[in-house]
């Protein structure tokens, strides 16, 4: 994989979030001796710098692909390595100061890959649909009737079945209220109704996706800060 090394530099120092950063050791490729090394997580991507505060970073390493084993305590305390298939290619062996930090980092390189991402968004569509009352639902069924919410099976990752939300039709957008979504009701259009709404027309009868965005985002808040 080619990637340059100005863009690399530029985005380890600019001020976009970072995940998480501190001293890890890392046991070296060719001398085998743990060296202290000040690491960077930002999104997929794991930089590491000779000290806190450099400039330029030493590497980087991608996470996609990544699985993250602990290592046997008798080589050394608080261990851990980052390991990818395929032959040839390079296992880095870290090592944390101590046993929260090295939960700590374990849990955060763990989650830094889209195939979590995914996995994440997939329970998030189903909770989703848990709320408006849709849960457990054939997508065959979703798409005769007609719902705003379709749903097309995908590949399995990490052992979870994904969805990817298709875009609605344009006739079968809702325009129900908070107080409907928070009742668990969502509106379908019915046989009788189904050519009165697909004639409508305006910016109401087809609200776009910001509004929708909005106006389900607001009402999953809410239920989230009823629930706890």
């Given at each position: ?19 998480r ?58 261990a ?100 409907n ?42 239920l ?5």
């Amino acid at each position: 994989m080619k990637l340059n090394k100005r863009c690399l530099t530029y985005y380890a120092n600019c001020d976009s979030p970072v995940d998480r950063q501190g001293y890890l050791r890392k046991k070296g490729e060719v001398h085998t001796s743990y060296q202290r090394r000040w690491f960077v997580l930002k999104g997929n991507l794991l930089f590491y710098f000779e000290a806190q505060g450099d400039r330029e970073p030493l590497g980087v390493v991608v996470l996609e692909g990544c699985m993250v084993e602990l290592c046997d305590a008798a080589s050394t305390d608080f261990a851990f390595a980052l390991r990818f298939e395929g032959a040839g290619s390079r296992t880095y062996t870290l090592a944390a100061g101590d046993q929260d930090e090295l939960k700590a980092w374990v849990r955060a390189l763990t989650t830094a890959n889209h195939g979590y991402m995914r996995t994440l968004a997939s329970e998030l569509e189903q909770q989703y649909l848990l709320l408006v009352g849709l849960e457990g639902a054939d997508p065959t069924l979703l798409e005769d009737q007609g719902p705003a919410v379709k749903l097309e099976r995908t590949r399995k990752v990490n052992g979870f079945l994904l969805f990817v939300t298709l875009p609605p039709s344009p006739s079968l957008l809702p325009s129900a209220s908070c107080h409907n979504l928070r009742n668990g009701l969502l509106p379908i259009s019915s046989a009788a109704g189904g050519d009165e709404a697909a004639d409508s027309s305006g910016p109401e009868a087809q609200p776009n996706f910001l509004r929708l965005h909005q106006q389900y985002g607001a009402a999953v808040c809410q239920l989230r800060e009823q629930w706890k």
